[in-house]
């Protein structure tokens, strides 16, 4: 009985985590927030041995390609 609720506990846990993660990616999706570990998994995947843009440089050319756009802005 311990160890079932134990295995179930863990199982839980983990879809927790997972759920926690999709909710975070969509929330940076949502507001346009760069997200650095999907960048860095896409540049493993489609891109092997190229150097990868340090977190510091891929938010600042970030930053760079979402205000830069021409036409109009809010502010």
């Known amino acids: 009985m311990k160890g079932r609720l134990a295995g179930q506990m863990i199982r ?3 879809r927790l985590i ?3 993660g ?3 990616r ?6 346009g927030i760069p997200d650095y570990e999907r ?3 896409h540049v493993a995947a489609h891109h092997p041995g190229e150097a990868p ?7 600042a ?3 760079e390609r979402k205000y830069s756009r021409a036409g109009p802005k809010c502010c």
């Open 12 to 14: 839980l846990r983990s």
């Open 39 to 41: 960048y860095l998994a």
């Open 53 to 59: 843009l340090s977190r510091r440089d891929f938010s």
């Open 18 to 20: 997972e759920t926690v």
């Open 61 to 63: 050319r970030a930053i």
């Open 26 to 31: 969509a929330y940076l999706q949502i507001f």
């Open 22 to 24: 999709q909710v975070r």
